[in-house]
């Protein structure tokens, strides 16, 4: 979700776009992560970067675009923030290969079972 939030407040639209183009991959979210995206973009303190319309988009985007778990998977504590748990929870209930992330908290653990976690600039080198 950082990445995301990230790539709207530098206008990196391309990121985005090249995420959701590119067939090889597959944007995992959950209810609690949309819960949490939608919160962040709608934050007063954001309109300095991007308009409330901008935010719906990206909003709507994010929902149509990719693949949603019907609910939250079970969260176990992993991460030394719990609140990035469910993050953990979401790769895993995906079966996701990577989880991409600005967050040092979930980026100390570099791997977790074969969910290799990394962040978005090594992303983009590897894989976009």
Known sequence: MNVLVSALVNGDARFIRDLFNKQQ???????SLDEEFAD??????MRKYFSVQVAE????????????????????????DPKDDYLIALAQAAKAD????GDEDLLVLKKYGKIRIMKPGAFQKEYL
Do not use: N, W, Y
């Open 25 to 31: 991959f597959t944007v995992c979210t959950s209810p």
């Open 40 to 45: 962040v973009v709608q934050r007063p303190r």
């Open 57 to 80: 988009r990206a909003m709507g985007r994010l929902i149509e675009l990719s693949e949603r778990l019907a609910k939250d998977p079970p969260i176990h504590a992993i991460c030394r």
């Open 98 to 101: 990577l989880l991409v992330t």
